[in-house]
């Protein structure tokens, strides 16, 4: 679980004989729970007379209206977390001494988070940072459900399951896992379901790894938009969510999934009541794409948006203080041959209304790559539509797909093409450290070796403590060393150096 220190870190419902919905039922419940309390305000020495309100009191504690509202919420539970998992995540990272932490020492390390089993076929969606530097990943099923703390169902060794990581997304930090099963227990996504503030939603996942914990709460914001600088919207809620709950869902009293639990706000590291979920729309997309590509691919239109803020409105003399605003426009791209202008204020998006960048940016994260995107702005006062056609916004790095074969070079040991960083590969990576390394151009198809923590785009400096070349001398390394020998590379990604360490195989 992602914790937030004012910066970042780490359909169904079962109804009762007299009442349409579980919502009703709640609010019929809060209702007579105010009765009791104001009858216990009005009369401190209840006596017990016939008519009395001690009579009355009795006589409401009689209904079964308690019972009803504790059915409904079971079947809820009993239907929503079967399908939700525990993901035990084992591989190698930096020593973490008091908070800092110590990049000459390389240990074992482990991590616990929760996913979503959402095709019975073994396809299984958790947040990219539970996966982070995995060089094994588990699951665990979900035991049957008791009713007594002396029944106990120990966990075997048939619910638990390696899995394969088919891809991920850091930007919404969203991975789809795959493990190798049939017939699973499973949560549909959907886009389509309505959040509102205000609404009960229940938190399942394995906070501290607690396995198959429930929480219940409400809604507290719909789009919040956590961090000024990045402009991802999510889902807020009170129900109780700690690390672990990563990767589990937020599901509503019907059992539909509104979100996936990924970060909080906390001083101290635990539930504060300020969670945070990835709206399903988000999570739903992003499935379809991984499940699809094996990565999530998005439209760009050309241009830089920003919030209105009063002061700015006042000195552009624009007609609202609020919404969101065209910064900038590119040069010869699809916003500048439509017809968009800077200051354009975007009023709907898809015809979605946009209030605010949150808004802007997500209606673009949602829209289909094969779709010309519709788009209304006010310029001056006057209101306009524009059609614009989009591009598939490419990560620079899924170029390193167009070098050509001859050029690439299995390391089967390690599962991962690779090239020589020569002038043109380094280009496309932006890398300033010379001409030495070694690139990482794709992954192996099957079951890899062993789980290295490479990733596509990454330059691999040095294998322990010799600095490498080229890939055939790479190669000769690999070739040398013995299984469950101790391997560290140094690899450059992002810009940045970083180790990873694993056993060989």
């Known amino acids: 679980m992602l914790t937030l220190r004012h910066n970042l870190l780490q359909s169904y419902s079962a109804r009762g004989p007299s009442y349409q919905s579980l919502s009703e039922l709640v609010l019929v ?18 006596h017990s007379s016939a008519g009395g309100p001690a009579h009355g009191l009795e006589r409401l504690l009689s209904s079964n209206l308690l019972r009803e509202l504790d059915s409904s919420l079971q079947g809820v539970v009993a239907k929503t977390s079967p399908a939700v998992v525990q993901v035990m995540v084992a591989g190698y990272g930096p020593e973490e001494d008091h908070g800092h932490t110590n990049t000459a020492r390389i240990v074992r390390q482990h991590a616990i988070g929760s996913g979503i089993i959402v095709d019975p076929d073994g396809y299984i969606l958790t947040n990219a940072h539970v996966v982070q530097g995995a060089q094994r990943i588990r699951v665990i099923l979900p035991p049957r459900a008791v009713d007594s703390p002396l029944d106990l169902q120990p966990i075997d060794a048939a619910h638990i399951l390696d899995a394969k990581l088919l891809g991920k997304h850091k930007d919404s930090d969203i991975a789809l896992l795959k493990v190798d099963a049939r017939n699973l227990p499973s949560l549909p996504l959907r886009s389509d379901v309505p959040v509102h503030q205000g609404e009960l939603v229940f938190a399942i996942g394995s906070p501290e790894g607690l396995q198959d914990s429930v929480t219940l709460g409400v809604i507290s914001a719909v789009t919040r ?13 009170d129900a109780a969510v700690n690390p672990g709950n990563s990767g589990g869902p937020l599901v509503d009293i019907d059992g539909n999934v509104v979100g996936m639990n990924t970060l909080i706000f906390s001083a101290g590291g635990g ?5 945070f979920a990835i709206p399903a729309a988000i999570v739903n997309f992003d499935y379809q794409n ?16 920003q919030n209105i803020t009063p002061t700015l409105a006042a000195g552009l003399e624009l007609a609202r203080s609020w919404g969101t605003i065209i910064s900038d426009v590119v040069p010869g791209g699809q916003a500048e041959a439509a017809g968009l202008k800077t200051q354009d204020i975007v009023v709907a998006v898809d015809h979605r209304p946009i209030i605010g960048l ?11 790559p094969d779709k010309i995107l519709p788009i209304d702005v006010l310029r001056g006062t006057n209101r306009m539509s524009f059609n614009v056609a989009v591009l598939v916004h490419h990560d620079e790095l899924s ?18 093409f690779v090239t020589d960083l020569d002038g043109s590969v380094g280009r496309l990576l932006h890398s300033d450290r010379g001409e030495l390394g070694v690139v990482v151009v794709a992954e192996a198809a099957g079951p890899n070796p062993v789980e290295t923590g490479l990733e596509v785009g990454d330059v691999i400096c040095a294998v322990d403590r010799t600095p490498l070349e080229s890939v055939s001398q790479l190669r000769a390394i690999v070739h040398n060393f013995k299984s469950a020998e101790p391997v560290v590379l140094q690899v450059e990604r992002g810009g940045r150096l970083q180790y990873l360490a694993f056993e060989m195989e």
Do not use: W
């Open 399 to 416: 170029e390193l797909a167009d070098v050509p074969v001859e050029q690439q070079s299995l390391i089967r040991r390690l599962g991962v």
């Open 290 to 305: 991984l499940r699809k590509y094996g990565r999530v691919q998005r439209v760009a239109i050309g241009v830089r948006a």
């Open 271 to 275: 539930s504060e009541g300020l969670g």
């Open 225 to 237: 938009q956590v961090d000024p600088d990045n402009p991802m919207v999510y889902i807020q809620t």
């Open 358 to 368: 949150p808004d802007f940016v997500s209606a673009l994260y949602l829209h289909p």
């Open 29 to 46: 419940a809060c209702l007579f729970l105010g009765t009791v309390a104001h009858a216990q305000a009005q009369s401190p020495a209840i």
